[in-house]
């Protein structure tokens, strides 16, 4: 695979799994710069993460602008503005000054096919990608500049011992049935696709619902937030504001039918920072309206809802009534889950 850098991470047709702290990537402070898009639920999981761990002065970052994507095949894809004041909260390359986030891809490997996609974590010292998969970053970002943090942040583990199987248990049916499951409802090419996956969704919602119940708040598995709490609210911060319209997942909503990951949703937004400082509505909204002419070929972006998150944080989770969509198919898809350990 060809490359315009002696030092190259683990590329593949698919992107880069570097890791830090690694003898190719030492954790060293302000050398690695992070490509997001703030509209993005992938990219979201990481700036969360360095915004919780207090990275926000350990790795700068360069913003796309929420739309327009490119063409069908997604080319030339991402585009950075022409100053940081054309779109509120995106920002220009401030590493390359390029127009299109392919260019960083390019600059790393020439004969590069994937997506371009973000999050895109550069190493600024080599010249190269370190990583531009999530779930990967989700897992050791929170980690890897522990050494190097005041004992208050780096005592953060969003990863802990006693939770890991549960963590691993929940995970892979949270990625496929929800925070992949919208966008397998919402790009469906037929009514019979988008039947069967949108039962998916609402069953694992149902199964969310009863398991956050279960442990009392305020987070997933109670007092602990982990990376499970980051995966889910990536996903449900967007979904009343855009995946009810814009991907059709409108059986139920997160505000009226599951009062129990409302008020999580509610407690992660207002009373963990970093959720709230990751979060831009702008982008979210806008994104996803004008980027997908398919869908939304007027580009037309709907008001509503309003408000984007609500406020009144029930701290006394016995208060709360546990919610469910009762459709048939969605009750017996959430049978099938299984419950963590």
């Known amino acids: 695979m060809a490359t315009n850098s002696p030092i190259h991470s683990l590329a593949t047709s698919d992107g880069w799994h570097g890791v830090i702290p690694s003898d190719k990537f030492p954790a060293e402070k302000g050398r690695y710069h992070l490509y997001i898009g703030l509209f993005c639920p992938f990219a979201h999981r990481v700036n969360f993460v360095r915004h919780l761990k207090g990275l926000t002065d350990f790795i700068d ?3 796309v ?14 585009q950075f503005p022409a100053s940081d004041n054309e779109y509120p909260g995106a920002t220009v390359d401030h590493l390359f000054g390029a127009q299109y986030l392919h260019e960083v891809y390019f600059r790393d490997d020439t004969e590069y096919k994937g997506r371009y ?3 895109l974590l550069w190493d600024k010292k080599t010249g190269t990608a370190v990583c531009n998969e999530s779930a990967e970053m989700l897992r050791w970002l929170p980690l890897a500049f522990n050494k190097l943090l005041p004992p208050s942040l ?7 011992t006693n939770l890991r199987e549960r963590i691993d248990a929940v995970s892979p049916w949270v990625q496929s049935d929800v925070n992949a499951g919208v966008y397998k409802a919402g790009f469906a090419s037929s009514q019979e696709e988008y039947d069967k996956n949108l039962i ?3 069953g694992a919602l149902n199964k969310l619902e009863k398991i956050v119940a279960c442990h009392g708040g305020p987070f997933v598995f109670g007092q602990d937030l982990t990376e499970l709490d980051i995966r889910l609210y990536a996903t449900l911060i967007r979904f009343d504001t855009v995946y009810v319209q814009h991907f059709k997942c409108n059986l139920g909503t997160i505000r009226h039918d599951y009062p129990v990951l409302n008020n999580w949703l509610k407690g992660m937004f207002w009373n963990v920072a970093a959720a709230r400082e990751s979060t831009n509505f702008l982008h979210i909204k806008e994104n996803y309206t004008k980027s997908h002419t398919d869908i939304n070929p007027k580009a037309i972006t709907p008001m509503g809802p309003f408000p984007d998150i609500e406020e009144g944080f029930e701290e006394d989770w016995s208060k709360l009534t546990i919610g469910e969509v009762k459709q048939p198919d969605v009750l017996r898809y959430e049978l099938g889950i299984p419950s963590p350990m």
């Open 200 to 202: 998916p969704v609402f």
């Open 117 to 119: 996609s973000v999050p």
């Open 154 to 160: 780096a005592e953060i583990d969003l990863f802990p």
């Open 65 to 78: 602008k929420p739309y327009p994507k490119g063409d069908a095949r997604g080319w030339p894809g991402w």
């Open 61 to 63: 970052i360069s913003i």
